[in-house]
């Protein structure tokens, strides 16, 4: 029976048995018993599942994996360390030295910092693309060695919306995947999977945590990607792996075969897990993620309406103000709202930005975003210092963009300190 999201993120996941704790004990353990030397072997070769070391797998963080495969619709899910890692072994899992990716110009800064500057020197080359290119003109970047397509449903932090299904149509028609990541809508507000997407991947150090707590990712597969039609492209996927005594994974495990791979063979060499104590904690954040992101959506929508009619702003970036570039976008993939995160600019200097910044009461400046608690931050002179003034340009972050995330206070309140700020600066 297939449940609404609302339930799944209550319910989803953690199923116990008769006798077994009702929340979803934290499994702190390394290792696992079996009770004979054949049983592990067993493990090892892949010919059965079961646990063994917590580097691959580990039960806690299983049962929060798949209540996250669950509310994205996909047939799989791994737990990462960080969202970075998410990222990495997203495209890694398909890409290897001499291989080629595309990826959104949008996307997070640290992302393109990793497809740019990182992954490059791993031999891997990205190019970056502006979503508004026309079809033809993205259809000539493919090269014979492009593995995937890569972009953010809203871009952190220009709140772009990337046309998803659109994508889908470009990188099926090169027989690559489309991965997406989709840390500011989370599955409540979107699923990548039904517009196409093959992959998607989550910061869910953001939203799905919720309470700035716990750093993490996840990978998502939807299993609908046919790595076989493409098997010379794939090798990785669809060649044996000498490492696992010449098995081939879409061979041995059909739709898991991507999810597969990652964690047997990129976990097992690379260890990016994420602990099972902080599992734990993303997984009681999840189960209030639909209440969080309705408030956070309401309140924000408040708050890029009262900036939208403040002289002292020059500009808002907000999908759900009507008259926004990406309005049509929004409510054809974000109809129930997209997300607490605002950009926009003021009216005056560089210095008026952080005059009215500094002057926020409650609303803290933080390295952090998508969380219970308003926060603001400005990414020229934080998070994407380490980018050229070229690349803000082409990340879509003009130097006078604040990036305010909307918590989910009082609104009267958020718009009170905001007022007294804007007020401040007079
Ligand atoms: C924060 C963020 C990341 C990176 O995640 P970490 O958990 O900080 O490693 C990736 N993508 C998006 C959209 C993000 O906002």
């Known amino acids: 029976m297939s449940q609404?999201?609302?339930?799944?993120?209550?319910?989803?996941?953690?199923?116990?048995?008769?006798?077994?704790?009702?929340?979803?004990?934290?499994?702190?353990?390394?290792?696992?018993?079996?009770?004979?030397?054949?049983?592990?072997?067993?493990?090892?070769?892949?010919?059965?599942?079961?646990?063994?070391?917590?580097?691959?797998?580990?039960?806690?963080?299983?049962?929060?994996?798949?209540?996250?495969?669950?509310?994205?619709?996909?047939?799989?899910?791994?737990?990462?360390?960080?969202?970075?890692?998410?990222?990495?072994?997203?495209?890694?899992?398909?890409?290897?030295?001499?291989?080629?990716?595309?990826?959104?110009?949008?996307?997070?800064?640290?992302?393109?910092n990793l497809f740019g500057v990182t992954m490059k020197k791993m031999g891997i080359d990205c190019t970056f693309i502006d979503p508004e290119m026309a079809d033809e003109d993205?259809?000539?970047?493919?090269?014979?060695?492009?593995?995937?397509?890569?972009?953010?449903?809203?871009?952190?932090?220009?709140?772009?919306?990337?046309?998803?299904?659109?994508?889908?149509?470009?990188?099926?028609?090169?027989?690559?995947?489309l991965i997406v990541d989709n840390t500011f809508a989370t599955p409540i507000n979107c699923r990548p999977f039904e517009w196409g997407a093959d992959i998607v991947t989550h910061s869910t150090t953001k939203y799905m945590d919720g309470h700035a707590a716990t750093v993490g990712g996840c990978i998502v597969d939807s299993g609908n990607f046919d790595w076989m039609a493409h098997a010379d492209r794939f090798p990785g996927l669809c060649a044996p792996d000498e490492s696992y005594h010449g098995l081939a994974y879409a061979k041995a495990f059909g739709k898991m075969a991507y999810i597969t791979k990652a964690t047997v063979q990129l976990m097992r060499d690379l260890g990016s897990i994420q602990s099972p104590q902080n599992a734990f904690l993303l997984n009681e954040g999840l189960e209030t993620l639909h209440l969080r992101m309705a408030q956070h959506c309401r309140n924000a929508q408040r708050v890029a309406e009262y900036l939208a009619a403040d002289e002292r702003v020059a500009w808002v970036n907000y999908p759900g103000l009507p008259g926004d570039k990406y309005h049509a976008l929004a409510e054809k993939y974000l109809p129930n709202g997209g997300c607490g995160v605002i950009a926009f600019g003021l009216k005056g200097t560089r210095e008026d930005a952080i005059r009215f910044m500094d002057s926020l009461k409650f609303i803290c400046i933080v390295t952090h975003v998508a969380d219970a608690r308003s926060c603001v931050l400005h990414p020229a002179s934080h998070t994407h210092r380490q980018l050229s003034d070229e690349q803000l340009k082409e990340a879509g972050v003009s130097p006078d963009l604040i990036r305010l995330s909307v918590g989910i206070e009082n609104v009267e309140d958020i718009l009170a300190d905001i007022r007294q700020a804007l007020d401040s600066m007079a």
Not at 26 to 38: G, L, M, P, R, V
Not at 73 to 98: K, R
Request: glycine fraction near 10%; charge should be negative; aromatic fraction near 12%.
């Open 138 to 177: 993205i259809e000539k970047l493919f090269r014979p060695n492009t593995k995937c397509v890569f972009g953010e449903t809203i871009s952190n932090p220009g709140c772009h919306v990337f046309d998803i299904e659109r994508f889908a149509r470009i990188a099926h028609a090169h027989g690559v995947p």
């Open 4 to 112: 609404h999201r609302d339930t799944i993120c209550v319910q989803g996941g953690w199923q116990p048995k008769k006798g077994e704790p009702r929340v979803l004990p934290i499994y702190q353990s390394t290792t696992f018993k079996y009770d004979n030397s054949e049983q592990m072997a067993r493990l090892f070769d892949l010919e059965e599942s079961g646990y063994f070391y917590t580097r691959l797998q580990n039960p806690t963080n299983d049962a929060v994996a798949a209540k996250i495969a669950a509310l994205e619709g996909g047939v799989g899910a791994m737990l990462t360390s960080s969202g970075q890692a998410a990222s990495f072994f997203a495209v890694f899992n398909i890409c290897e030295a001499g291989d080629h990716f595309i990826a959104s110009n949008t996307i997070y800064g640290g992302t393109y």
